[in-house]
């Protein structure tokens, strides 16, 4: 295991395509997020899953943005209609919720930078 | 809502120096404030994290409440701790999920 990996690494689509996304966690983690990192930027919250279930999503994640996570294992990062402004680095994270600790560390993975001609 | 505030957004010193790093927090509730770290082409590490208590790498940060601050400092930096560093927050009913600040690229320099 070598840690959390996402594919593609990079991704250049033209306005209007969809593209999608992978993440895959470290195996024993049941807590996947999702984060957006614009040049200049902290990365900033999208969404988050506790095994498959989608918990949490960002109000920055439009109607054009979805993601799952069946079976609880990998996930998958969607964007419909791409835009211009959907250019970032898309980073995948996951970590496992125990009983004594509510906030583990997270593990990043390295990110898909996406381009949006 | 819960911000997180790195003002510096870069920060030189030469080896061996001082160096801090600056972080302002608001949260209403109790918080849990860490530090992450991207070196050159790496992915981004945690660093450390306030209940921890730890000292990492010669780093340290103290939660002072009053201030809403979590600073990191090492007194003496060295050349490898050129990176990025983000100042993270968590909390309440979050998940898990962290708030970044904006970021500090430290330089050392030899």
């Known amino acids: 295991d070598t840690g959390v990996s996402q594919d593609p690494r990079h991704k250049i689509t033209k306005r209007g395509q969809n593209v999608t996304f992978r993440c895959d966690p470290i195996?024993?983690?049941?807590?996947l997020y999702w984060y957006r990192q614009t040049l200049g930027q902290g990365p900033e919250f999208l969404t988050y899953f506790q095994n498959e279930a989608q918990l949490e999503k960002s109000r920055l994640l439009s109607d054009r943005f979805s993601a799952e996570r069946p079976k609880g294992s990998f996930s998958t990062l969607e964007i419909q209609r791409t835009e211009q402004g959907d250019s970032a680095m898309y980073l995948c994270?996951?970590?496992?919720?125990?009983?004594?600790?509510?906030?583990?560390?997270?593990?990043f993975g390295p990110g898909t930078r996406l381009t949006v001609l | 809502a819960q911000r997180v505030t790195q003002p510096e957004k870069l920060l030189s010193v030469f080896k061996g120096a001082p160096v801090e790093l600056k972080c302002n927090y608001s949260?209403?509730?109790?918080?849990?404030l860490f530090w992450y770290v991207q070196y050159s082409r790496q992915r981004l590490q945690l660093l450390l994290r306030?209940?921890s208590r730890e000292s990492i790498k010669g780093f340290t940060a103290d939660l002072n409440k009053g201030e809403t601050s979590f600073h990191l400092k090492k007194p003496f930096a060295q050349e490898e701790d050129s990176a990025m560093y983000y100042c993270?927050?968590?909390?309440?009913?979050?998940?898990?999920?962290?708030?970044f600040g904006q970021g500090t690229i430290l330089t050392v320099h030899p």
């Open positions: 195996s024993e983690h049941n807590r």
């Open positions: 993270a927050l968590t909390g309440g009913t979050s998940y898990g999920k962290l708030t």
């Open positions: 306030h209940i």
């Open positions: 949260y209403s509730g109790s918080p849990e």
């Open positions: 994270a996951s970590s496992q919720r125990t009983a004594r600790e509510t906030y583990n560390e997270q593990f």
